[in-house]
């Protein structure tokens, strides 16, 4: 069974940092491209960025740009996502989601519950 | 780079719901459809344009014409209320969602 869990989510203040953490199994992690997806309470998905198998990184957003950083650890089946100067318009549910192996667009077949990130001091 | 979508609409029970999402990038890339229940994570339902996953409903079905892509959900029922988002990857743009389109089943 393929699973993907979040962790590392919680309450900062505006300019602070946080380090969230996707663990999976039920797959081979290394054959996967990955993503990070938020959505602030109440609205919509934003696509925050993406990393291929090898650690190298598909994109970010704009909004993440200079702030935000991806990365993986394969031998620990592990994604990561890096917050600094975060703001409070950064408050959200972030997902960790995986790349759909086979299809074009880069889509995402399999998420993970979502760890909630509040920015507010 | 925005895919818009029509921000609600209201079904009953075994009638056809096609949900749209509109935007110049899907001329040239493929659109993915994803399915999030009140609470839940989302659940990709349609990638490629037209592709079910394994699990998926045939009721669910998906087509793009180039600047319109649309979801089809025939013969709806009340499990199939959510919120559906689209969404494409472009080499220049990267990856965007559409703005959603929440399904009301009445």
């Not at chain 1, 790349?99 to 979502?114: I, L, N, T």
């Not at chain 2, 999030?36 to 490629?48: A, D």
């Not at chain 2, 600047?67 to 494409?88: M, P």
Request: proline share 5%; with cysteine; hydrophobic share 35%.
């Amino acid at each position: 069974e393929v699973k993907l869990v979040e962790s590392g989510g919680g309450l900062v203040e505006p300019g602070g940092t946080l380090r969230l953490s996707c663990e999976v199994s039920g797959f081979k992690f290394d054959d996967y491209g990955m993503h990070w997806v938020r959505q602030p309470p109440g609205t919509g998905l934003e696509w925050v960025a993406g990393i291929k198998w090898n650690g190298d990184e598909i994109g970010q957003a704009a909004f993440a740009k200079g702030r935000f950083r991806v990365f993986r650890y394969n031998p620990e089946k592990t994604l990561f996502l890096q917050l600094s100067s975060l703001r409070p318009e950064d408050t959200a549910f972030y997902f960790c989601a995986r790349e759909h192996s086979s299809a074009s667009g880069r889509p995402v077949d399999f998420w993970g519950q979502g760890t909630l990130v509040t920015v507010a001091s | 780079y925005e895919l818009t979508q029509t921000p609600s609409m209201s079904v009953s029970p075994g009638e056809t719901a096609t949900i749209s999402c509109s935007g110049d990038e899907l001329r040239t890339n493929y659109c993915a459809w994803y399915q999030q229940k009140s609470g839940q994570s989302p659940v990709l339902v349609i990638y490629n344009d037209d592709k079910r996953p394994a699990g998926i409903p045939e009721r669910f079905s998906g087509s793009n014409s180039g600047t319109s892509a649309t979801l089809t959900i025939s013969g709806i029922q009340a499990v199939d209320e959510a919120d559906y988002y689209c969404q494409a990857w472009d080499i220049n743009t990267l990856y965007v969602f559409g703005t959603g389109t929440k399904v009301t089943v009445l």
